[in-house]
T-cell receptor, first 115, second 112 residues
């Protein structure tokens, strides 16, 4: 099956710093990638949809200047949490879909802890 | 009304039991249906996907879609402790590519 990786798997940072999370499709080209946030025992919350070569589309209530998304290639999308605060602590998960298909493949997630 | 409704549980069953997980939806345009399994602190893993109505079987798992009732199910036979996880249903309109709708997930515990 299609494999999506994320790096890092867990990051701890100080309040006010920026953190970059990478999402890679390892064995397929992904024209579209999604970024989700998940709080403990809650469902996935879609943050933004990222299409290769164009600006990301953010969901209502998600600050685009705080959560910078770059989808520079067909296999890589990055999410940068700028000036992170403790309330940004969460589990961030990316997913990707194969061009022309309708199935999302998820990465393993990145746990962000902001002190 | 939410696009997709899923009972969050929790659901607790003894090992070997048959588990039935369900979702209902409101958009009759949905044609593509998926079930994901998510272990604690892991990303969701695609279990099954089906197009339109009917059944699909894969080992101990059977996905069932009833478009007339706007109802989908995932059955797990001979449940194992390793099946303990949260199960998410998802669906989309074919060809849209970017619009997926997820259920809130059902937490399942299989007791040895």
């Amino acid at each position: 099956g299609a494999v999506v990786s994320q790096h890092p798997s867990w990051v701890i940072c100080k309040s006010g710093t920026s953190v970059k999370i990478e999402c890679r499709s390892l064995d397929f080209q992904a024209t579209t990638m999604f970024w989700y946030r998940q709080f403990p025992k809650q469902s996935l919350m879609l943050m933004a949809t990222s299409n290769e070569g164009s600006k990301a589309t953010y969901e209502q209530g998600v600050e685009k200047d705080k959560f910078l998304i770059n989808h520079a290639s067909l296999t890589l999308s990055t999410l940068t949490v700028t000036s992170a605060h403790p309330e940004d602590s969460s589990f961030y998960i990316c997913s990707a879909i194969i061009a022309g298909a309708d199935t999302q493949y998820f990465g393993p997630g990145t746990r962000l802890t902001v002190l | 009304q939410k696009e997709v409704e899923q009972d969050p549980g929790p659901l607790s069953v003894p090992e070997g039991a048959i588990v039935s997980l369900n979702c209902t939806y409101s958009n009759s345009a949905f044609q593509y249906f998926m079930w994901y399994r998510q272990y604690s602190r892991k990303g969701p893993e695609l279990l099954m996907y089906t197009y339109s109505s009917g059944n699909k079987e894969d080992g101990r798992f059977t996905a069932q879609v009833d478009k007339s009732s706007k109802y989908i199910s995932l059955f797990i036979r001979d449940s194992q402790p390793s099946d303990s996880a949260t199960y998410l249903c998802a669906m989309s309109v074919l060809g849209t590519g970017n619009q997926f709708y997820f259920g809130t997930g059902t937490s399942l515990t299989v007791i040895p």
